[in-house]
């Protein structure tokens, strides 16, 4: 087993965080008997992108929806408070999908997709228009 939080390098770059962790263990995956060449995502397995595009990808991603988010706190009249609970909530959720605790690989991904994808998207998009 991996030991979390130690430093990977990718070429000359090093990127010493959990994020990048989960996604060189999911590059491995396929060592390991979990993502196979019979797997409906091979992104990493048939090495369409690199561990470290995956991380630079994701974390891009994260940062522009906390940009949205500090652009909807700004203009929306709903408590900040109840918008941070629903927005970080969800966002947990996508990354606990696959990162963490790795919803998907314990058989609790599809509980996280509906719920991530229906009541808190739709309870986030309610109360941002309030």
Do not use: N
């Amino acid at each position: 087993m991996q030991e979390p939080f130690r430093i990977i390098k990718h070429g000359s770059t090093e990127y010493e965080s959990f994020v990048s962790e989960i996604c060189c263990m999911s590059s491995t995956c396929s060592v390991q008997g979990v993502d196979t060449k019979k797997s409906d995502d091979r992104t990493l397995v048939d090495r369409l992108l690199s561990p470290s595009d995956v991380v630079t990808m994701g974390a891009v991603s994260y940062c522009v929806g906390c940009a949205g988010f500090l652009l909807l706190s700004a203009l929306s009249t709903v408590p900040l408070e109840h918008l941070a609970l629903v927005y970080f909530g969800g966002l947990s959720a996508s990354f606990l999908y696959t990162g963490g605790l790795g919803l998907k690989y314990i058989a609790l991904g599809d509980v996280a997709v509906v719920l991530t994808f229906g009541p808190v998207s739709v309870l986030f998009a309610y109360i941002s228009q309030v």
